[in-house]
C-alpha cells in the first residue's frame, strides 16, 4: 500500500511537472510569436523609414515636376501597395485642384475638381469617410473607405493626397485604418516639403533664365540652349533657325505713352511670341526691343514662312494702357540658318542681326533671309540703330 501510494504520488508529481512544462511550452510560443510579430514590425518600420528617406532625397534632387510626382507614385505603391489613390496640386490660379499622379486598379476618376469639394481641404485636418459616410464630392469608389489629406507647408495649402483604400473595411478594421491613417499623413507631410521646395527651386532657376517684363527666356539662357541646339543639329545632319525681330519706331512709343507704354507692348509682345513657337522652340528677348526665336529643327522655307507668318498676325495685336488704344505694331525680321549661315553662335546671330539691319533700313516691316557671307554687310550695334 506504501508503494502504491508512492507510486501514485510521483504519477501526480510526474503529471503536474507535465502540465507546467506544457504552460511553459505556450509561454515560450507565445513569446516567440510576439518576438517574431515585433521583429516583422520592426522590419515594417525599417522599410518605411528607408522609403520616406529614399522619396525625400530623390524629391530634393529632382530637377522637373514629372520626376518629383513619379517618385511620389512610386513610393505610395510601395508603402501601400493594395490601394490607389492620386496627388492632386492646386493650379496657378488657386481655383482648381488638378491630378499630378495617380496609381492603382481603381484610380479616381474625377482628376480636377475645385478646393470646395474636399473635406480635407476645407478642414485642413485628415479626412476619413466609408460609404457614403460624409464622402468628399470628389471621391468615387465602391463605398471603401477613403482618406483625403491637406498637402501643406508653412501653412500654405499646396494639393491634397487621396488614398483608396484596397482592403474591405469594417468596424473591426478600425484600428488597420487609424495606423494607415498615421502613416499617411507622415507621407503628406515629406510630400508637401517636397513639393513646396520643387516650386521654390523652380521660382529660383526661372529668375536666373527668365526675362522679368515679358516672361521670355533671357539672353543668357538663350546662348546656352543655341550651343546645345547647334549640337544636336551637327549630329542630326540637320537645320535650325534664328529668327532675330525688331519692334518698328519703339522710340516712339516711349515718347508717346511714356515707358509704361512702352513696358505693355513689349509684354504683349512677349505673350504673343509665346504663341507662336512650338515645343521645341524658344522665344528670348534678346535685348531692349529685340527678340530672338530660334527653331529647331527647321528649313530655309519653314522659317521664313513663320517669320512670315509672324508679321502679318502681330499687326492684329491690341495694346491697350491706362484706358487707351497704343495703335498697331510693326516688326522687322532677320532669318539666319544654321550651319548656312555661321557655323558658331557668334557668327549665326550676327548673320541675324545683318538681316535685321537690311530689313530695317529697307523700310521696315518686312522679312529679309541673311545673305551669303561674302555679301555680309556690318550692321551697326544695337544703341547706335534706328528703332
Not at 66 to 87: C, H, K, M, N, R
Not at 137 to 161: K, M
Not at 298 to 306: D, K, L, N, V, Y
Request: net charge negative.
Amino acid at each position: 500500500m506504501k508503494l502504491r501510494a508512492e507510486i501514485d504520488g510521483l504519477a501526480a508529481a510526474m503529471g503536474k511537472m507535465a502540465a507546467e512544462l506544457k504552460d511553459h511550452q505556450e509561454k515560450l510560443s507565445s513569446f516567440a510569436q510576439g518576438l517574431e510579430s515585433m521583429m516583422a514590425e520592426l522590419q515594417r518600420r525599417n522599410q518605411e523609414i528607408t522609403l520616406f528617406s529614399k522619396m525625400n532625397d530623390f524629391l530634393q534632387t529632382s530637377t522637373t515636376e514629372a520626376e518629383a510626382y513619379s517618385v511620389i507614385s512610386e513610393t505610395v505603391t510601395q508603402l501601400f501597395p493594395e490601394d490607389s489613390g492620386a496627388v492632386f496640386v492646386l493650379n496657378a490660379s488657386r481655383d482648381m485642384l488638378e491630378a499630378a499622379t495617380v496609381w492603382g486598379a481603381l484610380p479616381p476618376g474625377n482628376l480636377i475638381f475645385p478646393p470646395a469639394e474636399c473635406w480635407a481641404l476645407r478642414r485642413g485636418q485628415v479626412h476619413a469617410s466609408t460609404g457614403e459616410e460624409r464622402k468628399c464630392p470628389h471621391a468615387a469608389g465602391d463605398g471603401s473607405t477613403q482618406l483625403c489629406l491637406p498637402l501643406l507647408s508653412q501653412g500654405e495649402t499646396l494639393g491634397v493626397l487621396h488614398l483608396l483604400d484596397g482592403q474591405a473595411s469594417g468596424k473591426a478594421d478600425e484600428l488597420r485604418m487609424a495606423e494607415k491613417a498615421k502613416l499617411a499623413k507622415i507621407l503628406a507631410d515629406s510630400i508637401g516639403l517636397g513639393i513646396a521646395n520643387l516650386k521654390l527651386r523652380e521660382t529660383t532657376r526661372n529668375l536666373s533664365i527668365r526675362d522679368p517684363l515679358t516672361g521670355l527666356f533671357n539672353r543668357r539662357y538663350m546662348e546656352e540652349v543655341l550651343a546645345q541646339e547647334q549640337h544636336r543639329t551637327r549630329r542630326n545632319d540637320a537645320q535650325l533657325a534664328v529668327i532675330m525681330l525688331d519692334i518698328d519706331h519703339f522710340k516712339k512709343f516711349n515718347d508717346d505713352f511714356g515707358h509704361d507704354g512702352g513696358d505693355a507692348i513689349l509684354r504683349a509682345l512677349g505673350e504673343f511670341l509665346k504663341k507662336q513657337v512650338r515645343g521645341s522652340d524658344i522665344a528670348c528677348r534678346y535685348g531692349g526691343e529685340e527678340f530672338l526665336l530660334i527653331l529647331s529643327p527647321s528649313t530655309a522655307e519653314g522659317a521664313q514662312q513663320r517669320a512670315e507668318k509672324i508679321r502679318e498676325e502681330v499687326r492684329l495685336l491690341s495694346v491697350n494702357h491706362a484706358n487707351r488704344d497704343l495703335g498697331a505694331i510693326t516688326l522687322s525680321l532677320g532669318v539666319a540658318m544654321f550651319p548656312e549661315h555661321g557655323p558658331e553662335s557668334a557668327a549665326l546671330l550676327k548673320a541675324a542681326d545683318v538681316a535685321l539691319y537690311q530689313a530695317k533700313s529697307g523700310g521696315r516691316n518686312r522679312v529679309v533671309m541673311a545673305p551669303e557671307k561674302s555679301r555680309q554687310i556690318a550692321a551697326p550695334q544695337l544703341s547706335q540703330r534706328s528703332s
